[in-house]
C-alpha cells in the first residue's frame, strides 16, 4: 500500500525566512502533484510534476521532484503572511492522474 | 463560473438519516471524484467515476453509494448516517486518461455534521 508521508506537520516561520517541506512515498511513482488549502476552503493546484528532476516555481514556491529517492520538496523562498496555508503533496500511481494517494498535509504559518 | 460546484456547503443532520450531496462540473472533464477529510485534514478518495463508469471504489461502507446520471455530475448519497461520518467531503474533476500533466480541480466541500 501507498505511504505519502510529510514533513514537517506544522510549521511556523517568519516573513522573509526560508524553509522546505518534505514529501516521502514508498512506492516508485514518477508523477506528483502539490496542492494548497486554506482554512476551510477548496483545494488550489500548485505544481504538477510529471518526471524525475523536474522542478516547477511560481513566485516564492519551488518544487521538485527525484523520483529515486521517492521525494518531492517544496521550498519557500523569503516567506510572507499570505502563504499561510496547509500544503499537501499527492502521489499518483494510475499514470492517468485518476488516483491520487495524499500527503498528511503540512500546515505553515507565517508570522510578522 | 465556478468550475466544480457542489451542494450543500453545510448540512448538519441526526444520526440514522439518509442525505445526498450533488457535485456538478463545467469543465468538460471525463472523470470525477469523491473525497473525504476527516477533522485532522486527512484526505482520502472513496470513488470515481470516469464517463459514468465506476473505476475507483475504495473501503468504503456501503451505506455510501455514488451516482452519476451524465459525465458532468456526480452525486453522494448516504444511508443511515453515523458520527463516524462527520467530515468535509469534497468533489473533484479531472480530463481523464492520457492528460496526466492536468490536476485534478476541487470543489469548495460539504461540511456534514452528525448530531
Known amino acids: 500500500e501507498l505511504k505519502v508521508e510529510q514533513n514537517p506537520l506544522f510549521l511556523s516561520m517568519q516573513e522573509g525566512k526560508n524553509y522546505t517541506i518534505y514529501c516521502n512515498y514508498s512506492t516508485t511513482s514518477d508523477r506528483l502533484y502539490w496542492y494548497r488549502q486554506d482554512p476551510g476552503k477548496s483545494l488550489e493546484s500548485l505544481f504538477v510534476l510529471l518526471s524525475n528532476g523536474a522542478v516547477k516555481q511560481e513566485g516564492r514556491l519551488m518544487a521538485s521532484l527525484d523520483t529515486k529517492a521517492r521525494l518531492s520538496t517544496l521550498h519557500i523562498t523569503a516567506a510572507v503572511h499570505d502563504l499561510s496555508a496547509t500544503y499537501f503533496c499527492a502521489v499518483d500511481l494510475s499514470g492517468t492522474a485518476s488516483k491520487l494517494t495524499f500527503g498528511t498535509g503540512t500546515r505553515l504559518q507565517v508570522t510578522l | 463560473d465556478t468550475a466544480v460546484s457542489q451542494t450543500p456547503k453545510y448540512l448538519v443532520t441526526q444520526m440514522g438519516n439518509d442525505k445526498s450531496i450533488k457535485c456538478e462540473q463545467n469543465?468538460?472533464?471525463?472523470?470525477m471524484y469523491w473525497y473525504k477529510q476527516d477533522s485532522k485534514k486527512f484526505l482520502k478518495i472513496m470513488f470515481s467515476?470516469?464517463?459514468?463508469?465506476?473505476?475507483i471504489n475504495e473501503t468504503v461502507p456501503n451505506r455510501f453509494s455514488p451516482k452519476s446520471p451524465d459525465k458532468a455530475h456526480l452525486n453522494l448519497h448516504i444511508n443511515s448516517l453515523e458520527l463516524g461520518d462527520s467530515a468535509v467531503y469534497f468533489c473533484?474533476?479531472?480530463?481523464?486518461?492520457?492528460?496526466?500533466?492536468?490536476?485534478?480541480?476541487f470543489g469548495d466541500g460539504t461540511r456534514l455534521s452528525i448530531l
Open positions: 473533484a474533476s479531472s480530463p481523464g486518461s492520457g492528460h496526466d500533466n492536468q490536476p485534478q480541480h
Open positions: 467515476y470516469n464517463n459514468k463508469e465506476l473505476i
Open positions: 469543465l468538460g472533464h471525463d472523470t
